[in-house]
C-alpha cells in the first residue's frame, strides 16, 4: 500500500483513562452497542492504523496487535466477528495466530493478507481451513479502501448502504433528525490527526442514515440558514467534548456565503467554543465558486472572525487559480484541492503539475495546503513529496458519528498504552 496514516493524536495518561471511561459511559447508555469488532494484527503500525480508521468510518471497532502474543492474550478475553492477518516474511507468527484461533473454536471470519507469494499464501490458508476457520479470498498488499469496504459490505458488517431517498430539509430539522459526522483530517508528513471536518446527515426513522443528496436538492434559503448554524453550534460542541477527552483538533464546517453573511457566527462561537487554553481554533470553509469574485467579502468576515480564532478556508479550490495567482494577500488559512485535481496526481501527468501549482501558491499565501478525496496510496505518496500539508479523503478515514469518532481515540490510547508498556516493560517505573 505503500502509505498509510497513522492519526496519533497526542494523548497524556489522564486523556487515556478519561476517553475510556467515557466511552465505557456511552456503552452502557447503548449508543455503542453491538458494534462490530475486527482485530487487525499486522508488525506495521501504519497498516494497522489505516485498517482502522477505514474499520470506524463503516462502523466497525477495532483492536491493534503488534504480533502474535499480544493477539493471543487478547482473542481469549474478547472474540471479535473478523481478523485481519497479516503474513510477514516469517509467516510462523501468522500460523500461531490461526492455530490460536482454530484451538479457541472462533467462529467469525479470517482476512489474511500479504505482499507474499501465493504458496506462503495458500499454505498458511489452507491450515486454517484445516482448523475449522472461515477462511476470505487473500487480500494482496497494496490494496485500497474500495477492497476493504467491499469485505465489510459482503459479511453485512457495519453501516448498510445508503438507502436513495428524498427528504425536506425543513422536515428533517424540525423532527431533529440531522446530525453531524467527522472526517479526519491528517497530517500527510508526520501521519498525525490534526483536524476533522462536519458533515451533514440526516438519520430518517424509515430510510436509515442519508447524505446530503437526500435533502440538500431544493432547501430554501432559511433553510439553509438554520442547518449552519445547527453545524455552527454542533461542531463547536464536539470539539468542547474533544477537549475534555484530552484531544484539542482545530474542526472544520462548510458554510454557505450567504448564510455565512446573515448568521451571528460570533455569538455562537463565544457560546459554544471550548474553554481550554490549547483551542486550536476553528475553520469555516466557503466553496471557491462563492468567494473567489468577492475577495473584500472575504478579507472583512475573516478579520471580523480573527479575534475568535475562527477561520476561513476555500473549499474544492483549483479553478479560479488564475484569478488570485497576482494577488499579495489571501485571507484563508487553507486552500483545499479539487478532488478533480487530487484523482490520479501520483500517475496523471495533467493532475500532477496542478496540484503541486496549487500547493505552490497556498504556501505563498501563507496558507495550508489540504487535499480532498484522497483515495489512493499513490496519490498521498504524491501529495507528500509535492509538499501538501493536510489530507483528507476516504484512504486516511470516512466520515464517522460523533461516537465513532470517540471509539477511534479510544483505540488509538490503548495503542498508545500497549506500545508504552513494551518501552518500560514490567519491572520499570512509572515516569
Given at each position: 500500500m505503500?502509505?498509510?496514516?497513522?492519526a496519533e493524536p497526542a494523548l497524556a495518561q489522564p486523556a487515556r483513562a478519561a476517553i475510556g471511561a467515557a466511552c465505557d459511559e456511552a456503552a452502557e447508555h447503548g449508543n455503542l452497542a453491538r458494534v462490530p469488532l475486527c482485530f487487525v494484527v499486522d508488525a506495521d503500525a501504519s497498516i494497522r492504523h489505516f485498517l482502522s480508521l477505514v474499520l470506524h468510518g463503516t462502523g466497525v471497532d477495532t483492536e491493534e496487535f503488534p504480533d502474535a502474543q499480544s493477539f493471543g492474550r487478547a482473542v481469549v478475553q474478547r472474540a471479535p466477528e473478523l481478523v485481519f492477518l497479516n503474513i510477514g516474511l516469517d509467516s510462523t507468527e501468522a500460523i500461531e495466530c490461526v492455530i490460536a484461533l482454530g484451538k479457541r473454536g472462533f467462529s467469525g471470519f479470517v482476512q489474511l493478507m500479504s505482499s507474499r507469494g501465493s504458496a506462503v499464501l495458500g499454505h498458511v490458508k489452507s491450515i486454517g481451513e484445516q482448523h475449522g476457520l472461515h477462511m476470505l479470498p487473500i487480500l494482496k498488499k497494496p490494496f485500497e479502501t474500495g477492497a476493504v469496504v467491499k469485505i465489510l459490505q459482503d459479511l453485512k458488517l457495519g453501516h448498510p448502504p445508503?438507502?436513495?431517498?428524498r427528504i425536506d430539509l425543513d422536515e428533517a430539522l424540525n423532527n431533529g433528525w440531522i446530525e453531524f459526522w467527522y472526517q479526519p483530517k491528517i497530517d500527510l508528513r508526520k501521519k498525525q490527526l490534526v483536524g476533522a471536518e462536519a458533515f451533514a446527515r440526516a438519520r430518517h426513522p424509515d430510510n436509515g442514515v442519508l447524505t446530503p443528496s437526500a435533502f440538500m436538492p431544493g432547501a430554501s434559503e432559511s433553510s439553509?440558514?438554520?442547518?449552519s448554524e445547527l453545524a455552527l453550534a454542533q461542531?463547536?460542541?464536539?470539539?468542547l467534548n474533544f477537549a475534555k477527552l484530552g484531544v484539542n483538533l482545530r474542526l472544520a464546517v462548510n458554510v454557505p456565503v450567504n448564510a455565512?453573511?446573515?448568521i451571528a457566527v460570533a455569538d455562537i462561537v463565544q457560546t459554544y467554543r471550548s474553554r481550554f487554553d490549547k483551542w486550536p481554533g476553528f475553520v469555516i470553509d466557503v466553496t471557491e465558486e462563492q468567494i473567489v469574485t468577492d475577495l473584500a467579502l472575504a478579507s472583512d468576515i475573516a478579520k471580523r472572525l480573527q479575534?475568535?480564532?475562527?477561520?476561513?478556508?476555500i473549499d474544492d479550490f483549483g479553478r479560479g487559480y488564475s484569478s488570485l495567482v497576482r494577488l499579495k494577500e489571501l485571507p484563508f488559512a487553507e486552500l483545499k484541492l479539487d478532488r478533480a485535481f487530487v484523482a490520479d496526481c501520483g500517475t496523471d501527468k495533467v493532475n500532477a503539475p496542478l496540484c503541486k501549482t496549487v500547493i505552490d501558491l497556498a504556501h505563498n499565501f501563507g496558507s495550508i495546503a489540504v487535499a480532498l478525496g484522497i483515495e489512493k496510496a499513490s496519490d498521498a505518496l504524491a501529495l507528500v513529496s509535492m509538499g501538501c500539508d493536510y489530507g483528507q479523503g476516504f484512504l486516511l478515514g470516512q466520515p464517522m458519528p460523533e461516537e465513532r469518532f470517540v471509539s477511534l481515540l479510544r483505540q488509538r490510547a490503548r495503542s498508545q498504552g500497549r506500545q508504552l508498556a513494551a518501552v518500560?516493560?514490567?519491572d520499570r517505573p512509572h515516569a
Amino acid at each position: 500500500m505503500g502509505l498509510a496514516m497513522s492519526a496519533e493524536p497526542a494523548l497524556a495518561q489522564p486523556a487515556r483513562a478519561a476517553i475510556g471511561a467515557a466511552c465505557d459511559e456511552a456503552a452502557e447508555h447503548g449508543n455503542l452497542a453491538r458494534v462490530p469488532l475486527c482485530f487487525v494484527v499486522d508488525a506495521d503500525a501504519s497498516i494497522r492504523h489505516f485498517l482502522s480508521l477505514v474499520l470506524h468510518g463503516t462502523g466497525v471497532d477495532t483492536e491493534e496487535f503488534p504480533d502474535a502474543q499480544s493477539f493471543g492474550r487478547a482473542v481469549v478475553q474478547r472474540a471479535p466477528e473478523l481478523v485481519f492477518l497479516n503474513i510477514g516474511l516469517d509467516s510462523t507468527e501468522a500460523i500461531e495466530c490461526v492455530i490460536a484461533l482454530g484451538k479457541r473454536g472462533f467462529s467469525g471470519f479470517v482476512q489474511l493478507m500479504s505482499s507474499r507469494g501465493s504458496a506462503v499464501l495458500g499454505h498458511v490458508k489452507s491450515i486454517g481451513e484445516q482448523h475449522g476457520l472461515h477462511m476470505l479470498p487473500i487480500l494482496k498488499k497494496p490494496f485500497e479502501t474500495g477492497a476493504v469496504v467491499k469485505i465489510l459490505q459482503d459479511l453485512k458488517l457495519g453501516h448498510p448502504p445508503a438507502v436513495a431517498a428524498r427528504i425536506d430539509l425543513d422536515e428533517a430539522l424540525n423532527n431533529g433528525w440531522i446530525e453531524f459526522w467527522y472526517q479526519p483530517k491528517i497530517d500527510l508528513r508526520k501521519k498525525q490527526l490534526v483536524g476533522a471536518e462536519a458533515f451533514a446527515r440526516a438519520r430518517h426513522p424509515d430510510n436509515g442514515v442519508l447524505t446530503p443528496s437526500a435533502f440538500m436538492p431544493g432547501a430554501s434559503e432559511s433553510s439553509l440558514i438554520a442547518l449552519s448554524e445547527l453545524a455552527l453550534a454542533q461542531t463547536l460542541k464536539a470539539g468542547l467534548n474533544f477537549a475534555k477527552l484530552g484531544v484539542n483538533l482545530r474542526l472544520a464546517v462548510n458554510v454557505p456565503v450567504n448564510a455565512l453573511v446573515k448568521i451571528a457566527v460570533a455569538d455562537i462561537v463565544q457560546t459554544y467554543r471550548s474553554r481550554f487554553d490549547k483551542w486550536p481554533g476553528f475553520v469555516i470553509d466557503v466553496t471557491e465558486e462563492q468567494i473567489v469574485t468577492d475577495l473584500a467579502l472575504a478579507s472583512d468576515i475573516a478579520k471580523r472572525l480573527q479575534h475568535l480564532s475562527v477561520m476561513l478556508a476555500i473549499d474544492d479550490f483549483g479553478r479560479g487559480y488564475s484569478s488570485l495567482v497576482r494577488l499579495k494577500e489571501l485571507p484563508f488559512a487553507e486552500l483545499k484541492l479539487d478532488r478533480a485535481f487530487v484523482a490520479d496526481c501520483g500517475t496523471d501527468k495533467v493532475n500532477a503539475p496542478l496540484c503541486k501549482t496549487v500547493i505552490d501558491l497556498a504556501h505563498n499565501f501563507g496558507s495550508i495546503a489540504v487535499a480532498l478525496g484522497i483515495e489512493k496510496a499513490s496519490d498521498a505518496l504524491a501529495l507528500v513529496s509535492m509538499g501538501c500539508d493536510y489530507g483528507q479523503g476516504f484512504l486516511l478515514g470516512q466520515p464517522m458519528p460523533e461516537e465513532r469518532f470517540v471509539s477511534l481515540l479510544r483505540q488509538r490510547a490503548r495503542s498508545q498504552g500497549r506500545q508504552l508498556a513494551a518501552v518500560r516493560g514490567p519491572d520499570r517505573p512509572h515516569a
